[in-house]
């Protein structure tokens, strides 16, 4: 009966995590006007909004660069310049592309790397609203000096406040909370026994910085 109990407890704390993480996912979109940076990253996705977003930051001053983290070796660059908003002008001479980050943990040293080739100390982070926390904890454990600001792109089926009700939705959000759960305790165990490994930037942004 006790462990039974603990059982309860245990599956009890899970869901009022669940609920706290679905409220804070659905707090971050429409996203406030942020703070100028030194630069802007943006995490590739399911659609073409995150990285659109993020030149539209760009396009007002919101920071000196962005490094589009992700993208697919197969996409060249005046395939995704054609997708998205702003001028030519812009995307040709301030946005930088990486090709080696195959999750968000692979993004996370992407964008370590980057920010520390270019010197910069604090970013803008873009990416979906339900992506956003665990992107920010990934980042943060990746680049611990950096001063982040994010900028969540909203997902309109995470609107609903009852989100649970629907089987899409209410999967999308279990899966990210529990994808969350796994890289917090990732997070906190390199914490406690000191690891972490420094990485090295993608070549275009090598190539970026010497130029």
């Not at 971050?28 to 942020?34: G, S, V």
């Not at 609203?129 to 943060?140: G, K, V």
Request: contains cysteine; negative net charge; aromatic residues 6%.
């Amino acid at each position: 009966m006790k462990f039974l109990a603990l059982i309860g407890i245990v599956a009890l704390i899970w869901l009022v995590g669940l609920f706290a993480f679905a409220e804070r996912v659905r707090s971050l979109a429409p996203a406030d006007e942020p703070e100028r940076a030194d630069a802007i990253v943006a995490l590739t996705g399911p659609s073409a909004e995150r990285v659109n977003a993020a030149i539209r930051l760009l396009e007002q001053d919101k920071g000196e660069r962005v490094l589009i983290s992700g993208v697919n070796p197969e996409v060249r660059r005046q395939e995704l310049r054609e997708l998205t908003p702003g001028s030519n002008r812009l995307f040709n001479c301030c946005v930088d592309l990486g090709f080696e980050a195959e999750t968000t943990t692979g993004n996370a040293a992407e964008i370590a790397a980057w920010a520390r080739s270019k010197g910069y100390d604090s970013l803008i982070v873009v990416t979906s609203d339900y992506h956003m926390p665990r992107s920010l904890m990934e980042i943060r454990s990746a680049a611990p000096g950096v001063e982040l600001t994010p900028y969540a792109v909203e997902t309109p089926s995470l609107d609903d406040s009852r989100w649970w009700r629907a089987a899409v939705t209410a999967r999308r959000m279990t899966l990210e909370y529990m994808k969350y759960l796994a890289v917090m305790g990732r997070v906190t165990l390199d914490r406690i026994t000191g690891e972490g490994a420094e990485v090295d930037a993608p070549a275009e942004a090598q190539e970026a910085a010497a130029s």
